[in-house]
């Protein structure tokens, strides 16, 4: 299941401690299990491996006693059934090979959602006849957008901007392999309907923006729009 929602571009499995993503993405177990090692007192304890160490050929028999109650104990099976799993669509391999660069699509790291790749993210279509009153209230809509999504960011909003994507795409972070189509925005004018605040549709990934003259009555319309559907819409 994991390997299908990274080849269909959906959530990634950002769940997997350093140890365990180790364990799965180096070609052996040895140098992974001792970098952990060194860092597991407590753990060594509880294995029945930790003893004052005496030698250095020691060091290395006490490592090994971790090492198999790590991978060849209580865990083996069930990882080795994982690795199986990722090796549909070849997975595995490409994890192995470039696994330092696929880290944030199997852990979870800290990397903030920012305005620039939040923007970038939405194309803009379904724009007027270039030269007429609706394609210039539409231009001007696209830089309130823009200085939005900053005020968001520096977070001088109740909103994140986790918030605003979760609203138009249900997802509060962008796919590893980015949006099986990309989202779009569009405008909503007053004379086509009623236009006070933003609309999404998450399935098919359209923003609607509305469209105010000035900049306070359109931020004031996103934020109580986005607000309002809760924060708990979307998905992780």
């Known amino acids: 299941m994991i390997a299908l929602c990274l080849v269909q571009g959906q959530v990634s499995p950002r769940f997997l401690s350093q140890r365990l993503y180790r364990q ?56 080795n059934q994982f690795k199986e799993g990722l090796e549909t669509f070849g997975i595995l391999a490409l994890l192995r090979i470039h696994h330092e660069e696929l880290k944030g ?20 279509s379904y724009l007027s006849e270039p030269g007429s009153n609706r394609r210039r209230k539409e231009a001007r809509t696209l830089i309130y957008w823009r200085d939005w999504l900053i005020e968001v960011e520096d977070g001088d909003t109740s909103l994140t901007l986790g918030a605003v994507l ?24 007053e004379e086509d309907g009623p236009a006070l605040f933003p609309t999404a549709n998450t399935c098919s990934l359209v923003l609607r923006l509305p469209v105010y003259p000035e900049y306070n009555r359109f931020k004031e319309a996103m934020e109580e729009g986005i607000t309002s559907c809760g924060s708990t819409f979307g998905v992780a």
């Open 24 to 79: 799965i993405a180096d070609a052996t177990h040895v140098e992974g299990a001792r970098e952990a090692m060194e860092e597991a007192t407590d753990e060594l304890s509880l294995m029945g491996s930790f003893s004052f160490v005496r030698s250095l050929p020691h060091r290395d028999e006490l490592l090994g006693a971790a090492l198999n109650f790590l991978t060849e104990g209580r865990i083996l099976t069930a990882l």
């Open 105 to 124: 699509v199997f852990m979870d790291t800290p990397e903030p959602l920012l305005a620039s790749r939040l923007e970038s993210t939405f194309m803009t």
């Open 166 to 189: 979760a609203f138009a795409t249900g997802l509060k972070r962008i796919p590893a392999v980015g949006f099986p189509i990309g989202p779009r925005l569009e405008f909503l004018h």
